[in-house]
């Protein structure tokens, strides 16, 4: 299974590994949403800041600009918050188990103690960054609580995370929820397949929000040059995107794997239950959209 594989570039084994560049920079712009965006906050998280810990001057990084990345930052807050609601919604109907494929700094049970009572959570990442977040949330006094689970997956010495989530006390005959944010455009079409095969075999009752990118053809007009540039970036970087998909090609594809119900939700649902008539304008960037699946 090679799910989270190519996304998570290999590190060497030491104990308190740094997460990668990508997850820190989503903490920032988390936290930078909350220190100068406008009320109200689509998502007030600043633990992430908390656990990264960067240099003072953070702020001044190219990665931060205000206005620049607007709708980069939107998108960020506007997804955490969707997948959020979504697990907060099927609690209620007795789904108590919520599974994060590649975690980073994600700080959903730091944030949501009031959902934890009846909740499990399952953060699944490599084993450095998993040994370094389970150290700085030691040292902040938040510690790992009962209700989560830091799944530490080795992909380079062949671990499947379906059986290391088993390990950890996943039960796959209970519903669940999946959240994979930012990692289907590094994988190929087969490759996507796949994981979406093996996570419709999931409990009735479970369901996946997974996001991906549009082609630069379904992107706004206006947008276009930047993701052009963001694409580049990762090339240079040696961690290209290889997968985008139409709307209506995603959801071919999640019927292909099995999955009961399938849904398309873009950044204009997004921008209506999230950003609408804000004063300052703030709204997601359009080129990445959810794939809403039900087994």
């Keep these: 299974m090679q799910l989270l594989k190519s996304v ?30 406008a009320p109200p906050h689509v998502l007030d998280d600043t633990f992430g800041l908390q656990l990264a810990a960067p240099p003072g001057d953070w702020r001044e990084r190219p990665d931060m600009d205000l206005q620049g990345t607007r709708g980069y930052r939107a998108s960020i807050v506007g997804r955490a918050r969707f ?47 998993q040994a370094w977040k389970r150290q700085r949330l030691d040292a902040l006094g938040f510690g790992v609580p009962d209700a989560l689970r830091l799944v530490s997956v080795d992909f380079e010495a062949g671990e499947s995370w379906w059986s290391r989530l088993a390990d950890e006390g996943f039960d796959a005959r209970r519903p669940a929820v999946i959240a994979s944010t930012g990692v289907s455009m590094y994988l190929t079409r ?15 009752g479970s369901t996946l929000a997974m996001t991906f990118l549009l082609p630069l053809d379904l992107i706004d007009p206006a947008e276009r ?21 139409a709307p209506d090609e995603m959801l071919a594809l999640a019927r292909e ?23 300052d304008a703030l709204k997601p960037s359009t080129g990445e959209s959810f794939l809403i699946a039900s087994t």
């Excluded at 040059?225 to 040696?238: C, I, P, S």
């Excluded at 999955?259 to 204009?268: E, S």
């Design 225 to 245: 040059a930047q993701h052009e540039m963001v694409y580049a970036r990762a090339r240079a970087a040696g961690t290209p995107f290889v997968s985008f998909f």
């Design 8 to 37: 998570m570039t290999p590190m060497p084994d030491m104990p308190h590994a740094e997460p990668d560049s990508t997850a820190v920079r989503v903490a920032l712009w988390r936290a930078l949403h909350v220190e100068s965006d």
């Design 83 to 129: 997948i959020e609601d979504l697990v907060a919604q099927e609690l209620t109907r007795g789904v108590a188990q919520y599974v994060i494929l590649g975690a980073g700094l994600d700080t959903f049970v730091q944030r949501r103690a009031d959902l934890l009572a009846n909740l499990r959570v399952f953060e699944v990442d490599r084993p450095g960054p």
């Design 190 to 204: 087969e490759a996507n397949l796949a994981t979406l095969r093996q996570i419709a075999q999931l409990a009735p």
């Design 257 to 279: 794997a099995g999955f009961r119900a399938v849904q398309h939700v873009g950044t204009d649902d997004l921008t209506q239950r999230y950003f609408h008539a804000r004063a």
